[in-house]
């Protein structure tokens, strides 16, 4: 199929990948412009720009897709299909209507449930017991399209949200050439309108840890926000972000260090077994530990 691409970060390029191993034309690719990254804050192309120069790809980074020569110059493509996956922008209508079979989005949550942003933390956050991956004939509404294809993956215990993202990314590339190949006989599911929720973007304010909750939410917190923006709490005044977890036995009053880097939460305790302190690479527990003196409690 004649496929225009349309994605921006790392999730993205597993499935701009196997569009092209499956033989697709990817005739353009679409992704976010250029963003000032590094010490220097020189502009770094995105993931997708990158692996798709790489593959010789013609590539297109608007900053809009309102105005009518983006639009025209889109539907000039003559695509069979537009393929979505964590672009970026809001798909006006006139490019949806575009290609010949329309836009399809991978999105990676159970639809209804996580429209939106971040489903993967959000996932994770809540305490899922399972997410997904759903291929969705997308219209004007945010992920409120037909479902094409779906299909769900455990969230396990140790799960953090790259460890997650990398499992939904390589399914989402396997599912999408599978609904190209097989488009024609593709049943439309409309989604129902119970079970919706919104995977609102994650905000930094979020990201400290109050220890007073839980020790299931805090350990929640922690894998659903690493590596970014990453949970965080001081220690002797120092941001530390806490990276990965588990939750293990203990009591204490709130955030005191029972041993090791063992922290009592408001019930029960968890273990923190990745953490990355100010200025230093993320480290597992033992590392970070070494000559690094823990307090009584953590704020």
Known sequence: MKVVFMGTPEFSVPVLEA??????????????????????????????????????LQVRYPVSLKGGAEQAEFTALGADVAVVVAYGLILPQAVLDAPKQGCLNIHA?????????????????????????????????????????RQSVPIEAQDTTAI???????????????????????????????????????????????????????????????????????????????????????????GTVLNGFRIACGTGAVEILRAQRQGKRPMVADEVLRGFEMPDRLT
């Open 164 to 254: 997650l993202h990398d499992r939904l990314s390589d399914l989402g590339a396997r599912l999408i050439v599978h609904a190209l190949a097989n488009l024609p006989q593709l049943e439309p599911h409309f989604q129902p309108e119970y079970g919706v929720t919104y995977a609102k973007k994650i905000e930094k304010s979020e990201a400290r840890i109050d220890w007073t909750l839980a020790a299931l939410e805090v350990d929640r917190l922690i894998r659903g926000l690493s590596p970014f923006p990453g949970a965080w709490c001081e220690v002797d005044g120092e941001r530390v972000k806490l990276l990965k977890s588990r939750v293990v036995e203990g009591a204490g009053e709130a």
């Open 109 to 149: 949550s159970l639809l209804p449930r996580w429209r939106g942003a971040a489903p993967i933390h959000r996932a994770i956050m809540a305490g899922d017991a399972e997410t997904g991956v759903c291929i969705m004939q997308m219209e004007a509404g945010l992920d409120t399209g037909p479902v094409l294809m």
């Open 19 to 56: 569009l092209v191993e499956a033989g697709h034309d990817v005739t353009c690719v679409y992704c976010q412009p250029p963003r000032p990254a590094g010490r220097g804050k020189k502009d770094r192309p995105s993931p997708v720009q990158a692996r798709a120069e790489a593959l010789g």
